[in-house]
T-cell receptor, first 116, second 115 residues
Framework: EAQVTQNPRYLITVTGKKLTVTCSQN?????MSWYRQDPGLGLRQIYY???????DKGDVPEGYKVSRKEKRNFPLILESPSPNQTSLYFC???????????????FGEGSRLTVL | AQKVTQAQTEISVVEKEDVTLDCVYE???????LFWYKQPPSGELVFLIR??????QNEISGRYSWNFQKSTSSFNFTITASQVVDSAVYFC????????????FGSGTRLQVQP
């Protein structure tokens, strides 16, 4: 089954304790991205990756890091989480042909993070 | 800069009523893509439709239909004969034709369908 898998789905942590949210897709997609969803703001892009070892900032990258060492994985790293990073996070992937916008974004099921 | 406006924050209807969710967008790109996603109470995002800026044909899929009008920069979504299972938050989104492929989302419309 084609899917984007995120872990953990739910996490409560404390300020300053480093955490990683993993994202893995089994569709051989080149493009992957992270979004955060906050009430009244819709979803906003944090980081994206066009392919392995190619990442770039989205609209709200502050406080986050990403890496893309393998095509299927795109972890989101919070080095020192703060309460304003409490949010619902979505990973997404898409097929990309020469960078063209050829397909829909497939979203993971979301990871709800609470930073106390 | 791109912008998507969903002016209806919440809509409540009774089962079997028709309901239209409005979406107005702004972009300076000539090539762009419009999407609708459904977010049920379980939280996942379900893709409903993708439309490119050169295709203004309306689309119907079962009880769902979409009306794309470039002249008014609108991409409205109608559910005919609504059902309780249609209760969800619906997001309209706009994507530029670049590698970044960022989706600019509206703030969403919460649809409650009462039995």
């Amino acid at each position: 089954e084609a899917q984007v898998t995120q872990n953990p789905r739910y996490l409560i942590t404390v300020t300053g304790k480093k955490l990683t949210v993993t994202c893995s897709q089994n569709m051989n997609h080149e493009y992957m991205s992270w979004y955060r969803q906050d009430p009244g703001l819709g979803l906003r892009q944090i980081y994206y990756s066009m392919n392995v070892e190619v990442t770039d900032k989205g609209d709200v990258p502050e406080g986050y890091k990403v890496s893309r060492k393998e095509k299927r994985n795109f972890p989101l790293i919070l080095e020192s989480p703060s309460p304003n990073q409490t949010s619902l996070y979505f990973c997404a992937s898409s097929f990309s042909l020469a960078g063209a916008n050829t397909g829909e974004l497939f979203f993971g099921e979301g990871s709800r993070l609470t930073v106390l | 800069a791109q912008k998507v406006t969903q002016a209806q924050t919440e809509i409540s209807v009774v089962e079997k009523e028709d309901v239209t969710l409005d979406c107005v967008y702004e972009t300076r790109d000539t090539t762009y893509y419009l999407f609708w996603y459904k977010q049920p109470p379980s939280g996942e995002l379900v893709f409903l439709i993708r439309r490119n800026s050169f295709d203004e044909q309306n689309e119907i899929s079962g009880r769902y239909s979409w009306n794309f009008q470039k002249s008014t920069s609108s991409f409205n979504f109608t559910i005919t004969a609504s059902q309780v299972v249609d209760s969800a938050v619906y997001f309209c989104a706009l994507s530029e034709d670049t590698g970044r492929r960022a989706l600019t989302f509206g703030s969403g419309t919460r649809l409650q369908v009462q039995p």
